[in-house]
C-alpha cells in the first residue's frame, strides 16, 4: 500500500517537527513570523533579540533554522550569525532587514549558511517557502 499523494515523503519521523528559532526586536513582526512558521507545523522559539537568540542556542537547544534580523540591540543579526556558522550545526539561516538597499546581497548571500537576504516589507509565507525550499534542498544533498 502506498501513501496518499498528498503526504509528503520526509527523512524526520513524523514526530520531530522543524525546529525554528526567530530572532526579532520588532514584537509585532516577531509574534507574525512565530504564528506563520507555526501554522506551517514547524517548532519555534522566539526571541527579542540576538543576545537572547545566542543564549538559547549556547543552552543546547538544537535548531534546524535561523530567521534573525539584521539590526537588533544587544547583538546583531550579522554578528548572531558569525558566531552561529563558527558553532552550531543550524542548516538554513535566513537575514531580514529593512535596509535592503543598503546591504550588498552578494556579499551576504556569499557566506555560507544564509540562504537569503529578506527586505522588509515582505510576505511571512513568503519566508516560510524559502525555509520549506531550503529544507528540501539540503535533504537532497
Same mark, same amino acid.
Do not use: Y
Given at each position: 500500500?502506498?501513501?496518499? +499523494?498528498?503526504?509528503? @515523503?520526509?527523512?524526520?519521523?513524523? !514526530?520531530?517537527?522543524?525546529? %525554528?528559532?526567530?530572532?526579532? /526586536?520588532?514584537? %509585532?513582526?516577531?509574534?507574525?513570523?512565530?504564528?506563520?512558521?507555526?501554522?506551517?507545523?514547524?517548532? %519555534?522559539?522566539?526571541?527579542?533579540? *540576538?543576545?537572547?537568540?545566542?543564549?538559547?542556542?549556547? @543552552?543546547?537547544?538544537?535548531? /534546524?533554522?535561523?530567521?534573525?534580523?539584521?539590526?537588533?540591540?544587544?547583538?546583531? *543579526?550579522?554578528?548572531?550569525?558569525?558566531?552561529?556558522?563558527?558553532?552550531?550545526?543550524? @542548516?538554513?539561516?535566513?537575514?531580514?532587514?529593512?535596509?535592503?538597499? +543598503?546591504? /550588498?546581497?552578494?556579499?551576504?548571500?556569499?557566506?555560507? *549558511?544564509?540562504? !537569503?537576504?529578506?527586505?522588509?516589507?515582505? !510576505?511571512?509565507?513568503?519566508?516560510?517557502?524559502?525555509?520549506?525550499?531550503?529544507?528540501?534542498?539540503?535533504?537532497? +544533498?
Amino acid at each position: 500500500m502506498t501513501a496518499p +499523494e498528498n503526504q509528503p @515523503s520526509e527523512s524526520k519521523p513524523a !514526530s520531530a517537527k522543524t525546529r %525554528v528559532l526567530i530572532a526579532e /526586536d520588532d514584537p %509585532v513582526l516577531r509574534h507574525l513570523l512565530q504564528f506563520t512558521i507555526q501554522r506551517a507545523e514547524m517548532d %519555534v522559539t522566539a526571541v527579542a533579540d *540576538g543576545q537572547l537568540a545566542w543564549e538559547t542556542i549556547q @543552552s543546547g537547544e538544537k535548531f /534546524d533554522v535561523m530567521v534573525t534580523d539584521h539590526e537588533m540591540p544587544s547583538l546583531s *543579526g550579522m554578528e548572531l550569525i558569525r558566531r552561529v556558522m563558527e558553532t552550531s550545526p543550524i @542548516s538554513v539561516i535566513v537575514l531580514c532587514t529593512a535596509k535592503g538597499f +543598503e546591504i /550588498d546581497p552578494d556579499q551576504i548571500c556569499d557566506r555560507p *549558511g544564509v540562504v !537569503s537576504l529578506m527586505s522588509k516589507p515582505f !510576505s511571512p509565507r513568503q519566508l516560510v517557502h524559502i525555509i520549506q525550499q531550503r529544507l528540501a534542498g539540503n535533504a537532497a +544533498e
